[in-house]
């Protein structure tokens, strides 16, 4: 079931559309990658749904109702760009935020405190912001944005300014939260991150919807009957034609590139062990990476 | 608490607890008065930086000679060598200028005077040595007809005008121009120095909230139009506090002032002042008080405390609030500070206007028709009317104050809407130099 379901989403500022006749379906329970080049319309869509502006047409449903004022309290938004109130002490701060969602100022501390510690931040609640690290500062905002257990949560560049470690933090969080029944917006550019957490995608280029599916189903739409196979031996007499041929000094084997039907995988296979040693065997799905690269440039040149 | 007052709070008390509240609260009005008190102090001793002028005067026809008066603004010298005196021999005796009197002058017939310098004259020099060739012409045609000098000075008075205003029963009450004076003047200037300080302090909020990207955050839990508002009335808030603290401070050092200089006096003073009609003064010499403080205690007992305070709130709110939102919007129109200038013009210019016009026009004439008109029209009003208020007789001029205040709230709820509709769009706009056509387009926005 689709917990936001937008429809026919049209918006324009002065002479030129920033998106077109959007449709996007992101079920319950899911994380749902947002992609999408710089100026494709990403943001615009996002302030639709967090209310900051209006559609000119079209609709959006918000669990199973037209989207209203009284669906703010339910929706966590972590900006792109991020800001908090520099002069602010951190426990303050979260609890402000807070409290503009609703909260009473005595479960906004509970919670502000349950999460701090979680964040191990717990020395610098009575710190301002200007005196945290970078990463320190992008932990609160993540806070902010999740404390009062929205239904809803909306993370642009979530991983912008995390080191390695902290990004898995924020990786398992994010995770967590939707184990834990919420549903998440995941608007990037990296498209590791994408294919590693997102269950869903959907693409928007030159203001318009490109793509829309499971991670799956879109790699496999996407793919070019590729199999990769690296093995010891040699290749001799095989009735299949590799596109390419290498060798892969860094591994100490051999790598062949085939283009086949995928019901001829099996007689390849049997071929293949009959002749070398294979070390692997596999299908060569595209990655979003590369589908999201395509997917830009076709829409650029045509 | 709702939003608008959550907001409120946090502008608030983020502002009050800072140090530089604290400073500024002290020191503001310490710096404030010796400001003035330079002005006043130089204005009042005009001849502090100034030398004497001194003219050379040669007079041909003898009609003056010797009979101007000197002082240490100005001196007279008499030469009977007018040719030859160049510019740089008149250098070398420390001369301003030098004055010609024609050989055909004489007091019927004083034409045809002439000064030279090798600057300018000023006009206040020019005035000076007018006053004192008919001052020494005046005297000569009074000795001239027989006048002594006895008689001259006899015929000097000073008048002290004892002003009363009128109530409807027609009884009057005594009061004190002066003290009016002070008290509008100085009601006007705080409210400009707040609607200044304060609406920058507006402006720079949403710029710092717009720079800093807190805005988008925000605006996804509360609506522009909560945040501009609750902005607005957290600094008002934090003004009005400003005000208290000073109201209550010289409260209490008025009182610890009149307690040590006047002590026990103070009784006597205001059963005088309370008296109808001030008594003479070396009557009051004898009970040991001073006439001026009486007037002034009286003065004050004269003004209508209630409607001053009233008033100096009311448009206090009303202006802060009518500029305020314009400075909201401003701020919502920027990226950086450095690009308000061409916004801030229009808000400046009726407020610099309107103190300008304050200390001059509606001062000489308080009930004169520019001085109405400027304190009913809402963009001067605040700083008008508070200075005509002490001047105003409410039993017949009451209407003026309810068209004035109804007007004036009437412009902030529309200022404020207009200010909400730019601000709404602004804040989310950035690297675009907002234009006047823009925001005019930004007004017609679908929210």
């Not at chain 2, 206040?124 to 007809?145: G, P, T, V």
């Not at chain 2, 200038?341 to 308080?366: E, G, H, K």
Request: charged fraction near 20%.
């Amino acid at each position: 079931m689709a917990f936001l379901e937008v429809s026919n989403v049209t918006k324009g500022y002065e002479g030129h559309l920033a998106i077109k006749d959007l449709n996007f379906s992101i079920p319950k329970g899911s994380i749902y990658g947002l992609l999408g080049p710089n100026g494709a319309g990403k943001t615009t869509l996002i302030r639709i749904i967090n209310q900051i502006t209006a559609a000119d047409t079209g609709e959006v449903v918000f669990d199973g109702e037209k989207l209203n004022p009284s669906h703010i309290a339910r929706i966590g938004y972590l900006p792109e760009e991020r800001g908090l109130y520099k002069k602010m002490k951190v426990l303050e701060q979260i609890i402000y935020f807070g409290r503009l969602k609703n909260l009473t100022k005595k479960e906004a501390q509970k919670r502000a405190l349950h999460w701090l510690e979680k964040f191990d931040l717990l020395d610098w609640k009575y710190k301002k912001i200007e005196e945290l690290s970078k990463g320190m500062a992008q932990k609160v905002q993540f806070i902010l944005t999740v404390l009062h257990e929205p239904e809803l949560i909306i993370l642009d560049e979530p991983f912008s300014g995390f080191d390695p470690v902290n990004t898995e933090l924020i990786k398992d969080e994010i995770q967590h939260l939707r184990d834990n029944g919420a549903t998440i917006i995941f608007s990037t550019h990296r498209m590791e991150s994408v294919e590693e957490i997102c269950d869903y995608v959907g693409m928007i280029n030159l203001s318009q919807k490109v793509l829309e599916g499971s991670i799956s189903d879109v790699r496999n739409s996407f793919k070019e009957n590729e199999y990769e196979v690296y093995y010891r031996g040699e290749l001799n007499g095989l009735s299949f034609d590799a596109k390419e041929v290498s060798r892969e000094d860094r591994l100490a084997l051999n790598k062949a590139v085939f283009v086949i039907e995928p019901e001829k995988a099996k007689a390849l296979i049997k071929e293949l062990n009959d002749t070398v040693d294979i070390a692997s065997f596999s299908e060569q799905l595209p990655s979003i990476k590369d589908i999201f690269i395509k997917k830009v440039e076709e829409g650029n040149h045509g | 608490m709702g939003k608008i007052g959550l907001i409120t709070w946090r502008e608030y008390i983020t502002r009050v607890r800072k140090k530089s509240f604290l400073i500024m609260t002290i020191l503001g009005p310490v710096l404030i008065a010796v400001f003035y008190g330079i002005i006043i102090f130089l204005a009042v001793n005009d001849s502090i930086g100034k030398d004497t002028e001194k003219v050379l005067v040669y007079d041909e026809s003898n009609a003056i000679e010797g009979k101007l008066y000197n002082d240490d603004r100005m001196a007279f010298e008499y030469t009977s060598d007018w040719d030859g005196r160049d510019t740089d021999s008149l250098n070398a005796g420390g001369y301003t200028g030098r004055l010609l009197i024609p050989n055909n002058f004489n007091i019927y017939n004083p034409d045809g005077v002439v000064y030279e310098s090798e600057n300018s004259l000023s006009i206040e020099s020019k005035e000076r040595i007018n006053r004192r060739i008919e001052n020494a012409i005046e005297d000569e045609k009074m000795s001239q007809l027989g006048v002594s000098e006895t008689a001259m000075d006899s015929l000097k008075t000073s008048v002290s005008l004892n002003a009363l205003t009128l109530d409807e029963d027609g009884e009057a009450k005594s009061s004190s121009t002066e003290l009016n004076t002070v008290i509008g003047m100085g009601a006007s200037f705080v409210i400009y120095f707040f609607i200044f300080l304060y609406g920058v302090q507006v402006m720079k909020g949403v710029i710092e909230e717009k720079t800093n990207r807190i805005v988008e955050v925000i605006v996804s839990s509360v609506k522009p139009f909560q945040l501009m508002m609750g902005k607005v009335f957290g600094l008002a808030l934090v003004g009005l506090t400003q005000i208290v603290i000073w109201l209550v401070f010289s409260g209490i050092l008025m009182g610890v002032i009149s307690f040590i200089f006047i002590g026990s006096d103070m009784g006597n003073i205001m059963d005088m002042a309370n008296s109808v009609q001030a008594m003479p003064a070396d009557q009051m010499a004898e009970l040991g008080v001073n006439s001026m403080m009486v007037n002034v205690v009286s003065g004050m007992m004269a003004i209508n405390w209630p409607f001053i305070i009233l008033s100096f709130i009311i448009y206090f709110l009303g202006g802060y609030l009518m500029y305020s939102a314009l400075f909201a919007a401003v701020g919502a129109a920027v990226d950086a500070e450095t690009d308000t200038q061409q916004f801030m013009l229009p808000i400046t210019l009726p407020l610099v206007f309107s103190i300008a016009l304050s200390t001059s026009v509606v001062l000489r004439d308080p009930n004169g028709a520019l001085s109405f008109w400027l304190s009913i029209i809402p963009l001067t009003s605040p700083i008008v009317m508070m200075v005509r208020a002490p001047f105003l007789n409410l039993a017949t001029q009451w209407w003026e104050v309810a068209l004035s205040i109804g007007l004036l709230i009437t412009t902030f709820c529309f200022t404020i809407w207009l200010a909400g509709k730019i601000y709404r769009t602004g804040i989310l706009m950035y690297g675009k130099k907002a234009t006047y056509k823009e925001l005019f387009k930004w007004l017609f926005y679908k929210g």
